[in-house]
């Protein structure tokens, strides 16, 4: 009956232990120096690729150039406002080295991709695992807040929302049919019960389980119809705010399905990240909502934890490629 899920694929990597909770202690500013990383990260993705295959329309990379710096030069302005201890002030340091030294990147797409370009690359990618690994260490091993020893299971924290009665009877029957790989049927049960559910915390577990079952069983419709549905069921999901135990896996899957189905996986496709950015830092303040209301609910706060790490996409990684 248990879900598999991106929770335990992402927990083997970094140990739910190191991500225990003080109930007490508000949220760490290393998680919000996480998004500004994704969030520059969605920029140099970007560039990255249009210096790989879009080389030649000086009109095309001035827009393109120009555009980038604005957002690094928003990401920063962000940053260097932030009210940080000594002990966080040093990597916002470092992360405002980064956005510089992305920005002179930027700069020398005007100058018509000179030789040296695999230098400036070079550079680049050594600032960035530095802050990448400066952030992790510290949100992982740092503060309190991520020391303390917590026993979570996430298939626990789906049933804690759901109230006895018809809603957790036709949930489990809906799940065990799921794992069962009775798809049909699955379907049936988990869409009449999605009905009920609007602006429900349950209501997240019963629409990802549903999202699987109908691409499983497809129902003779065409797969690009079905595959359009789901995105717009977990994008909608993620935009109304509602929160869920498995919002993160949510917004995984919906930005894997949108990817696959709109750009496609081919090496030259477009990667929307900051699109991407948007979806995860609304789900971001959907979560924030829940810890402010619900502050003794640690499984929100591992979450906020979970989503401000999951990495932009990129070629060569294992985000890009992970399997829905």
């Known amino acids: 009956m248990r879900f598999i899920s991106f929770f335990f694929i992402a927990l083997c990597v970094f140990p739910l232990s190191a991500f225990a909770v003080n109930q007490a ?6 998680i919000t120096l996480c998004f500004y990383v994704n969030r520059i990260e969605a920029v140099r993705t970007d560039m990255e690729r249009f210096a790989r295959y879009r080389q030649g329309s000086t009109g095309f990379w001035e827009d393109e150039t120009q555009k980038a710096l604005g957002q690094l030069g928003h990401i920063r302005a962000e940053a260097a406002s932030l009210h940080l201890t000594d002990e966080f002030a040093g990597i916002r340091r470092d992360l405002i080295v980064y956005i510089e030294a992305l920005a002179a990147y930027t700069r020398k797409f005007r100058e018509g991709f000179p030789e040296h370009m695999g230098v400036y690359e070079g550079l680049l990618q050594i ?24 026993n979570i299971d996430p298939w626990d924290e789906e049933l804690r929302l759901f ?5 957790r009877v036709e949930f489990l029957k809906g ?10 049927e699955s379907c049936v049960v988990l869409k009449e019960l999605l009905g009920s559910s609007q602006g429900l915390d349950w209501r997240g577990s019963v629409l990802l389980r549903l999202v699987r079952s109908v691409l499983k069983d497809r129902g003779g419709s065409s797969t690009r119809e079905i595959e359009r549905e789901c995105i717009d069921w977990l994008g909608t999901f993620i935009e109304e705010g509602v929160y869920s135990p498995l919002l993160v896996e949510i917004f995984v899957f919906w930005r894997l399905l949108y990817q ?57 990684t294992d985000a890009f490629f992970l399997a829905p």
């Open 25 to 30: 202690e508000p949220e760490n500013p290393l």
């Open 163 to 167: 109230p006895e009665g018809r809603p």
């Open 260 to 316: 696959g189905f709109y750009y496609g996986w081919d090496k030259k496709a477009d990667i929307p990240n900051g699109l991407y950015q948007e979806r995860s830092e609304r789900a971001a303040q959907t979560l924030r909502e829940r810890i402010a209301v619900h502050p003794q609910d640690r499984w929100a706060r591992l979450q906020l934890v979970l989503l401000a790490t999951t990495p932009v996409l990129s070629r060569g």
């Open 175 to 184: 799940a065990a049919l799921l794992e069962e790989k009775k798809y049909e």
């Open 127 to 150: 600032k960035r695992t530095a802050l990448r690994e400066k952030v992790l260490d510290a949100l992982t091993t740092g503060e309190s807040f991520f020391r303390q020893e917590n």
